[in-house]
Structures are given as C-alpha cells and as structure tokens.
C-alpha cells in the first residue's frame, strides 16, 4: 500500500476549510509544490518538507536549519519569521499537528480497527488483555501479533521500543498507524490519555470502539489540568470519535459518563460487575489455585473465564476487554483464551525471596485510586503480612499525587519509601520532602532514599517479619527523567531480583521447595539456547568448569578460556551474546552498599564515567576497562561476577537472581 502525496495547496485549503489560519497565505507560495515530508523536527527537514514550529524550547536557529535544509514554508502559530521561508500563519498548533499529520498519512486509522481505552487506572492492563484477546483471534488465522500503543510500550508492525508517553504526539500517532496499515495490520489498541484528548493528540483518530474505564482525581497542575471538571471533561471526548461506546457502569459519576456516550449518537455497550442489566456483566468472582475465576455473561455467550494474573480489580479490566470484543465481535474462545494468557509488562509482577518471607510486587500504579485498589486487593489477599512500599512521584506535573499518595501510603501501610520517580527538573529530595508530611499523617514509618535501588535494597533488608513489599510506578521502565533528558537505569524488576538474592545470602537462606526452583527454571533453558559465551576462568571456582558444561548442554556454545586479554579479542572476533569475567569479591559493593545499586547494571558511558572517577579497586578497574573495551568492540554485554558464589555462572546465564557488574552498550 502506498501514502498519496499531497500537494501544499491540499494542505492550505485544509486549514482554511478547518477555520485554522491566522492570516492570508504570503504571496509566492506554489501550491502545486508535492509536500514528501511533514515535521516539527528540523534536523528531519530534506527538500519538499513542510516544517511545523512547536516546542517551549524552540529557537530561531532551528528555523535557519529547516531553510537551509529545504523545507518548503514552516506552519507556526508565532510571529518571528526569517528570511528565505515563507510562514503560514496558523491560530492554534495543537489543533493543527492532528489535521496535517492525518492529511500526510492519508488518513490511516480509517484503513484499521483502532481500539481507544481511557480511564483514571487500568488503560494499560485493558490495552494488554484486549492485545492478548487479538492476537489469539489473530493467530487463528495465521496472522501475526497485533499492534499496541500503550503508556509502556508501542509495536506498530514496523517499530517497537519502550513508550515515554501514553498517548504519542500527532506525527507519531499518525505514522505509528500508517506503518501498521502497510504491515497488513488489522487491529491496534492504545491507551488515549486525558492529556492526549485535551489538547488534541488523537484528533482525527477514528476509534472502531473506545472504552471509558473510571474516572478519579489525578493530573491536576498548572501544566496538565487546572481542576477536576477540566480533567473529566477531556477524558469524556473520546466518545465523539468512537463507532461504538463501551461505558463501565460501576464508575463514579457513571450517569454522566452514558449521558456523553448518548450525545455522541454512536451505539453503547455497558459492563458491570455490581449491575446485572449491563450488558457485558460478571458474576461469581472468586480466587482458586492462585488464579481469579469469575461467570461472563454477554448477549452472545455465558462463561467462565480465568485471569492468570493476581489482582482482583483486574476484573473489571477484563470486562473492559470483553465489551470490546462485544464491539468487534470478536469470537468467545479468543476472549477465554486471551484473558487466560494475558501479560502486562511490569504490572503486577510477583516475586519472592527464597523461603516466601519477603514478597514483592512490581507495579505501575502511580495515582490514588490506583494505590487504594491495589492496597485494599494486597491487604484482602494477605491480611496478616507487614506492608511496605517504595515510590516517589514526577516532577512538574500531577502535584495533587504528592498529597494523595502519601496520605493513602500512610494510612494502608507499614512502611514506606520515598525515592527517585522521573523527577525531571525537580529535585528528588524536593519532591519527597514535599509528600512526607502526608505519609505521617498515617501509622506508617516513613524513609527518604533518593536513589532508587537504595531505597529498593532497604526496604527488602529491612524486612524482618513477613512482608509484602510493592514497588510502584516504573514497572519495567529501563530509565529515569532527569532535567530534559531520559537515562538508563535498571528496572524495578532487576533492583528486586538482586536484592532478594541479598536478603537470602545474608539470612543464608535455601530454597524450601527444590523442584518447585527447578521448574522455575526449566524455562529460562530455552534462553541459553543458540547463544554464545566466552568464559575467562578464575585460578579457583571449581563449579564454573561445570556450569560452562551445564551450558553447553542446554544449547548454547561456552568457550573457556584462561588469558584475559585473548578472552577479549575472542568475544570481539566472534561478536560473542556475552563475555564473563571473574574477580575474587563481590563487585558491586566495591564502592559500597549505599552505591551498590548503580553497579549493578551500566551502559558504556557509565562504566567510563567510574573509570574516569578512579574510585575502584585497581584490580576491578583493570577488568571493568576490558568490560567497557568489549562492549564498544560489539560483544553484546560483559558481566563481572565473583568467583565465590555457587553456580553463579549458571544462575546468570539462565537470568536468575545473581549480583555482580554487567556492562553493556
């Protein structure tokens, strides 16, 4: 399938037609002139681009680059203008970025069955279950995965990466479906924030179905939403683009949300868990065999249905899903399926130290009424255990949270654990300081650790009676907002995973249930398989020998070598998954344990950046510049271990919990 060119004139009558334009076209303008690129980004612009001015940080030499590089005019809403590029001058950005973006690409959420899902909390576990739902249906068919665009990732046929924002900008949202409409896509969910409707994001998008979840207070600012009735105002015009309206008939001030799907005049499917006249309605929710079992009724079937993940507020995200599937008439045995298959990355992720004394969930939750559901489901499902917490909140926007979610912390639970959360152009201990008198308002002991793995790290050490320990709002994100700029981090997921493997190491803790860790990790076999390893021995470490043995025969090719150097140039030759070396203590409390947390996982310009800093041991040193040395020579990551630990080679090669340094690019 091939994008139309459009012409400029196409573009211009566009913004007329649309009421758009602040002034007369300037004269000299060729409106026959084929428009090939539209951007806001001028080190995109090439000739026969019409450049689009955007941005609180914009500046005239941006301007000069888009001339100087071709671009046909520039779209700005200002009034500065330069010498050699026309200007259209426009009334508003933000509602024409939509308009242009959709005109370039040819309009393309008409070409698929876009799924829009908003809501105060959920958006994401509901845009995971309804992908898990079609991709099954899909797989049917023998079609491939469908696309997501979501707060935690995007998969649009063409690209895949981490997500920063829940709801893209225009020329992203717009590429993003023109790249999964030529990749033969049929279906693409996404997450539609308050942000993204307010001020015009996903104009244009043609929604097949749009779900409205719930509503509660978040995103109040000065930069965001000034108050309440702003705030529910823009979540209620996803129904002006929707074919078909899914309403949650449990959510506070449901009456007014219908009253908006009505006006809207498209048809409306309702769900409900409390309301046996909706729709799409669940009865009979209980938990068996660690799983939630609830009864579906829909005008189409009666079922059973299972979610695999924990969470009893989980079913009302599945129910959003299934009024989809209402909407899209999507089959009843993909529905089963797909919510028995579901995943969200970073939600509600399980882990635990080796006896189940400390117990620790992974999660996005990050506003109020997500924190007091997942409180109240945590304290339903382990009444008798210490709860602790570890958040902090982002910088310069949502403040409201700083007051909320400390006072909700401070009264669910024990402990909690104020730390870094995208502060941005905050200060963390700022930010934390700013929510800490809320969290005392309530019975919980309250700890500022700025670092975000020391703050992980205290709270699993420091839990002396069975705990359950959530760890909230960065999921699996792998960085941090600091000032303008997004840095690699470890996941709350590898903070987790290390420390547990501390806290059993200091209580010298075994497993209690053998099979039950050998079947945990049977699976993690399949990832050695097909990959290659250069293993520098140590002088002693009897077991590495074995564990490179062990390797070997799960598949995966283990090449043992004794001369560091040559173990080096090996795993450049060869471009190795993964070069190891071994040193005789624990590196990554080298420069202690209040600094443990960033050895434990750095790219390149980190690990020179210790280097350059000369605080490590000499000997850590000299095998953390082969490390760096391999990366930047195309190994695809160097780890550092010590060769005390038992099977430590094996533990990381199968990714169980294991310390140590791993540098990659």
């Not at 200002?78 to 950005?93: C, Q, S, Y």
């Not at 999921?475 to 981090?489: A, F, N, P, S, W």
């Not at 590495?544 to 040559?566: F, K, N, P, S």
Request: proline share 5%.
């Amino acid at each position: 399938m091939t994008i139309p060119v459009h012409t400029l004139g196409d573009y211009l009558d566009l913004l007329s037609e649309q009421n758009l334009l602040a002034a007369p076209i300037p004269d000299g303008l060729d409106r026959s002139q084929r428009v090939t690129g539209l951007t806001c980004d001028s080190r995109q612009v090439a000739p026969g681009t019409l450049f689009i001015r955007k941005g609180a940080h914009f500046q005239t030499k941006f301007l000069e680059m888009a001339r100087d590089q071709g671009a046909m005019a520039c779209v700005s809403q200002e009034e500065d203008t330069i010498p050699g590029l026309p200007r259209i001058a426009i009334t508003d950005t933000r509602k024409v970025l939509a308009p242009l973006a959709d005109r370039f690409y040819d309009h393309p959420s008409g070409k698929l069955k876009v799924i829009g899902i908003t809501g105060t909390k959920g958006k994401s576990s509901t845009a995971y279950y309804m992908k898990s739902i079609l991709d099954r249906y899909q797989e049917s068919q023998g079609r491939g995965e469908t696309g997501v665009v979501s707060s935690i990732d995007t998969y649009d046929g063409v690209e895949r990466f981490e997500s920063h924002l829940t709801t893209p900008e225009p020329l992203d949202l717009q590429r993003h479906f023109a790249n999964a409409a030529q990749s033969g896509l049929e279906y693409v969910t996404m997450e539609v924030s308050s942000q993204a409707l307010k001020y015009h994001r996903s104009l244009c998008t043609e929604f097949a179905a749009a779900c409205f979840l719930n509503i509660g207070y978040d995103h109040i600012s000065p930069i965001e939403h000034p108050d309440f009735e702003d705030y529910f105002a823009s979540k209620l015009k996803i129904f002006a683009q929707a074919h078909i309206s899914c309403v949650n008939l449990d959510c506070d001030h449901a009456q007014r949300v219908m009253e908006a799907a009505q006006a809207a005049g498209a048809p409306i499917i309702t769900f409900s868990q409390k309301d046996p006249a909706a729709q799409v309605y669940a009865s009979d929710v209980h938990k068996e065999d660690g799983q939630i079992l609830f009864t579906l009724r829909t005008p189409r079937y009666t079922r059973q249905m299972r979610l695999t993940m924990p969470g009893l507020f989980n079913v009302e995200n599945a129910l959003g899903a299934a009024a989809l599937c209402e909407a899209l008439d999507i089959p009843e045995w993909a529905v089963y399926d797909g919510l028995v298959r579901a995943r969200v990355p970073g939600r509600m992720e399980v882990y635990a130290n080796a006896d189940g004394r400390v117990l620790s969930i992974v999660d996005y939750a990050h506003n109020r009424l997500s924190f007091e559901t997942l409180f109240s489901s945590v304290r339903a499902e382990y009444p008798e255990r210490e709860l602790a917490i570890v958040f902090g909140c982002p910088g310069k926007k949502a403040y409201d949270r700083r007051h909320d979610l400390g006072e909700a912390a401070g009264a669910w639970c024990d402990r909690v654990y104020l730390t870094e959360e995208d502060s941005g152009e905050e200060d963390t201990l700022d930010i934390c300081n700013e929510i800490r008198p809320n969290v005392e308002k309530g019975k919980a002991r309250c700890r500022i650790i700025p670092n975000r793995g020391e703050a992980i790290r205290q709270a699993v050490l420091e839990s002396e009676k069975p705990t359950v320990l959530l760890l909230t709002g960065k999921g699996r994100e792998t960085r941090q907002k600091r000032g303008t700029e997004y840095i690699d981090t470890p996941t709350d997921v590898e903070y987790v995973q290390a420390f547990l493997q501390e806290y059993d190491l200091r209580h010298r803790l075994t497993p209690a249930a053998p099979a039950q860790k050998a079947l945990e990790t049977l699976p993690a076999l399949e990832q050695v398989k097909g990959k290659t390893f250069v293993i520098c021995l140590p002088e002693q470490g009897q077991d590495i020998a074995a564990d490179a043995a062990a390797i070997t025969a799960a598949g995966g090719t283990a090449v043992l070598m004794q001369d560091r150097a040559q173990a080096l140039s090996t795993a450049q030759s060869m471009h190795v998954d993964k070069l190891i070396y071994f040193v005789d203590e624990e590196p990554s409390l080298a420069l202690g344990e209040n600094r443990q947390a960033e050895l434990l996982r750095m790219d390149g310009k980190k690990a020179a950046a210790l280097l350059e800093e000369g605080a490590l041991p000499p000997s850590l040193a000299e095998t953390l510049k082969l490390a760096l040395q391999a990366v930047e020579g195309g190994v695809g990551r160097c780890v550092i271990l010590s060769r005390t630990g038992e099977h430590v080679l094996l533990l990381d090669a199968l990714g169980q919990r294991v310390l140590g340094i791993c540098v990659s690019a």
